[in-house]
């Protein structure tokens, strides 16, 4: 089956610092690729997500591109804010919509 | 306005006991899904649904039965509830499931703490 590998957390950042959560997938044929965001006490929403190779998803600032060759999605920001503070999950999709996730990065960020 | 709810938020229970995790959607989605967060934060799939029809089962104790009574709820029964249950579960819909690529939309989670 599908399997994602996240970098290890938890990651401590100051504001207007520079983000990257590494992320690594296993996964059979060409799954679509995700980062999905759970701010404290609440479900998880959608960061961005990308659905082929090459493919660069975006959103608040965060970046990530769907690179094949190194099955790779790697999460980024430029600079961080104290309200980027939350848990960053990883994940790739199959045919069924089944989300195969990563154990999730903390990120804290202090002003 | 809620998109995906679920009651209870929070729900204490002894071991043994019998309960049931409501979620609904507003979406108008096909497709409902049950995920089991446990402590470390680790997120795993327990059910699908698309129209009422079960399509993924993960190795989940049969203690655990999922019934959708149209395609707009999905509940979670859990029987003889075990410490091991406690974690928070998350209910999620998606528009379809076809192509692996729908954005899946989260409930807040239901906080269950076996004692």
């Known amino acids: 089956g599908n399997s994602v590998t996240q970098m290890e957390g938890p990651v401590t950042l100051s504001e207007e610092a520079f983000l990257t959560i590494n992320c690594t997938y296993t996964?059979?044929?060409?799954?679509?690729l995700f980062w999905y965001v759970q701010y404290p006490g609440e479900g998880l929403q959608l960061l961005l997500k990308?659905?082929?190779?090459?493919d660069k998803g975006s959103n608040k600032g965060f970046e990530a591109t769907y690179r094949k060759e190194t099955t790779s999605f790697h999460l980024e920001k430029g600079s961080v804010q104290v309200s980027d503070s939350a848990v960053y999950f990883c994940?790739?999709?199959?045919?069924?919509?089944?989300?195969?996730f990563g154990q999730g990065t903390i990120l804290t960020v202090h002003p | 306005d809620t998109a995906v709810s679920q009651t209870p938020k929070y729900l204490v229970t002894q071991m043994g006991n019998d309960k049931s995790i409501k979620c609904e959607q507003n979406l108008g989605h096909d497709t409902m899904y049950w995920y089991k967060q446990d402590s470390k934060k680790f997120l795993k799939i327990m059910f699908s649904?698309?129209?009422?029809?079960?399509?993924i089962n993960e190795t989940v104790p049969n203690r655990f039965s999922p019934k959708s009574p149209d395609k707009a709820h999905l509940n979670l029964h859990i029987n003889s509830l075990e410490l091991g249950d406690s974690a928070v579960y998350f209910c999620?819909?998606?528009?379809?499931?076809?192509?692996?690529?729908?954005?899946?939309?989260f409930g807040p989670g239901t906080r269950l703490l076996v004692l």
């Open positions: 649904y698309n129209n009422k029809e079960l399509i």
């Open positions: 999620a819909s998606s528009q379809d499931r076809a192509s692996g690529a729908e954005t899946q939309y």
């Open positions: 996964a059979t044929g060409y799954p679509s």
């Open positions: 990308a659905t082929k190779a090459d």
């Open positions: 994940s790739c999709g199959t045919s069924y919509g089944k989300l195969t």
